[in-house]
């Protein structure tokens, strides 16, 4: 399974960016995928998540309203719209996938079986 995140680059504040995370070696639709992103010195955080076959979707509190996730089935690929970028979404973004993830573990990292290698997210004027 490989998964291959992209998308990323520099935007400025309230600016939008759409994340990519391609699939070889899977059907996406069979997995879970979340986003999670970490920043310098921080811990790796949780952004948002899909759930498999049904499409229930979760977000972390501070970008409910500002990113949205989807799949795209046809093309094996899940993204992450992000609008109203601001300066505290400065990270680099993870894209992760699973199998058989319990909706309470939805948010957990440790949770997720298989990782992209990460696309930077810099919002900066």
């Known amino acids: 399974v490989q998964l291959q995140a992209s998308g990323g680059g520099l935007v400025q504040p309230g600016g939008s960016l759409r994340l990519s995370c391609a699939a070889s070696?899977?059907?996406?639709?069979?997995?879970?995928v979340a986003w999670f992103r970490q920043a310098p010195g921080k811990e790796r955080e949780f952004v948002a998540a899909i759930r498999r076959n049904s499409g229930f979707t979760s977000y972390e509190d501070s970008v409910k309203g500002r990113f949205t996730i989807s799949r795209d089935n046809g093309k094996n690929t899940v993204y992450l719209q992000m609008n109203s970028l601001e300066p505290e979404d400065t990270a680099v973004y993870y894209c992760?996938?699973?199998?058989?993830?319990?909706?309470?573990?939805?948010?957990?990292?440790?949770?997720?079986?298989?990782w992209g290698q990460g696309t930077q997210v810099t919002v900066s004027s």
């Open positions: 070696g899977v059907t996406l639709d069979d997995y879970a």
């Open positions: 992760a996938a699973g199998r058989g993830i319990i909706v309470s573990s939805t948010r957990d990292r440790r949770a997720y079986n298989y």
